[in-house]
């Protein structure tokens, strides 16, 4: 009986990391068409019908183009790093409550952060490994933007687990059943949308693909299968997020197709701040991070801290009333 049920939750992950696969693939054409839109053009429509299968003949083309390997890199971190960085935000995903049962625990905000922690080693070991000043550079600024932009995310994570009092997602569902969190604490909500940003080295925190003055950034001696896994697994984060901030903020009802809606519509925030938004300054994305954003959640957390202990105070003192 024990080996049926490993072998069911196996199966469910491997079903589940084919769905994310795929869904990535739509995701950049998705992201693709929005941008054509935004920019008055149409975006991919030959291959297939409306574009459909672009994304398909465009894994096929990167996937049988030559894989070159720099003469000076370090090989074993270098050709290990992009499928360290798939496997860490593939993995991630059990985090979040599925129909099957899969891997649900109580601890799953406390996984998410360490995986998102980890991804950062990977893209460090890829800019370092690759033998390049433009990657170096490309990752030592993904290595600081990361670090800056979790301390301020975990903090505005720590003020939404001390008001529900559980790492465990599914508790979201319950605490959000009336009133959903978005409207009690939209300034941090809109912190940490942007956190998510930053943390997926989106626009207009792309300053590890910096093209204007790091060619491509930690990427750029990557071809082939390297360079579609680090974007696989950076697509895939940005779907990870949106379900994320569906979960923790518009009121995390999975087993509703409005979820999805809700899923889709914060994945196109991504694509439209991209097609919005010009890149920051460096110096000024740090000086959000740590003068701006790091207050701004220690503050909130200070007043939920305090909030919480004056309702609990406040109930234990009816308690007595009463009695």
């Given at each position: 009986?024990?080996?049926?049920?490993?072998?069911?939750?196996?199966?469910?992950?491997?079903?589940?990391?084919?769905?994310?696969?795929?869904?990535?693939?739509?995701?950049?054409?998705?992201?693709?068409?929005?941008?054509?839109?935004?920019?008055?053009?149409?975006?991919?429509?030959?291959?297939?019908?409306?574009?459909?299968?672009?994304?398909?003949?465009?894994?096929?083309?990167?996937?049988?183009?030559?894989?070159?390997?720099?003469?000076?890199?370090?090989?074993?971190?270098?050709?290990?790093?992009?499928?360290?960085?798939?496997?860490?935000?593939?993995?991630?995903?059990?985090?979040?409550?599925?129909?099957?049962?899969?891997?649900?625990?109580?601890?799953?905000?406390?996984?998410?952060?360490?995986?998102?922690?980890?991804?950062?080693?990977?893209?460090?070991?890829?800019?370092?490994?690759?033998?390049?000043?433009?990657?170096?550079?490309?990752?030592?600024?993904?290595?600081?933007?990361?670090?800056?932009?979790?301390?301020?995310?975990?903090?505005?994570?720590?003020?939404?687990?001390?008001?529900?009092?559980?790492?465990?997602?599914?508790?979201?569902?319950?605490?959000?059943?009336?009133?959903?969190?978005?409207?009690?604490?939209?300034?941090?909500?809109?912190?940490l949308f942007s956190s998510f940003l930053a943390d997926t080295n989106r626009t207009p925190f792309d300053f590890a693909e910096g093209e204007s003055e790091l060619v491509s950034g930690f990427n750029i001696e990557y071809s082939s299968g390297g360079f579609i896994l680090i974007f696989l697994s950076e697509y895939s984060m940005i779907l990870f997020m949106s379900m994320l901030s569906c979960i923790i903020f518009f009121g995390g009802d999975l087993f509703s197709m409005i979820f999805y809606v809700k899923m889709i519509f914060i994945s196109f925030l991504f694509i439209w701040v991209r097609g919005t938004l010009p890149r920051f300054r460096y110096d000024k994305l740090m000086y959000l991070a740590w003068k701006c954003y790091l207050p701004l959640s220690l503050n909130f957390l200070f007043f939920y801290v305090g909030l919480k202990v004056f309702i609990i105070s406040l109930f234990f003192y009816w308690i007595d009333l009463s009695n």
């Open positions: 009986m024990v080996f049926i049920d490993i072998f069911l939750s196996l199966l469910s992950f491997f079903i589940l990391i084919i769905f994310i696969l795929v869904g990535v693939a739509f995701f950049t054409l998705f992201e693709r068409k929005i941008l054509g839109y935004i920019q008055v053009r149409s975006g991919p429509n030959k291959v297939g019908f409306l574009g459909m299968l672009q994304p398909f003949s465009d894994a096929i083309k990167l996937f049988s183009k030559e894989n070159v390997l720099p003469n000076f890199s370090n090989f074993i971190p270098y050709y290990f790093s992009p499928i360290f960085n798939l496997f860490l935000s593939l993995f991630i995903w059990v985090v979040i409550p599925y129909f099957s049962n899969m891997f649900m625990y109580s601890l799953g905000l406390i996984f998410f952060l360490c995986c998102a922690s980890l991804n950062v080693y990977s893209i460090m070991i890829a800019g370092w490994s690759s033998n390049s000043n433009y990657a170096l550079l490309g990752s030592l600024r993904s290595v600081a933007q990361s670090i800056s932009y979790e301390i301020s995310l975990f903090l505005i994570l720590l003020s939404f687990i001390i008001l529900t009092g559980s790492y465990y997602l599914l508790d979201f569902y319950f605490f959000q059943y009336y009133c959903w969190y978005i409207f009690m604490f939209f300034p941090l909500c809109l912190c």
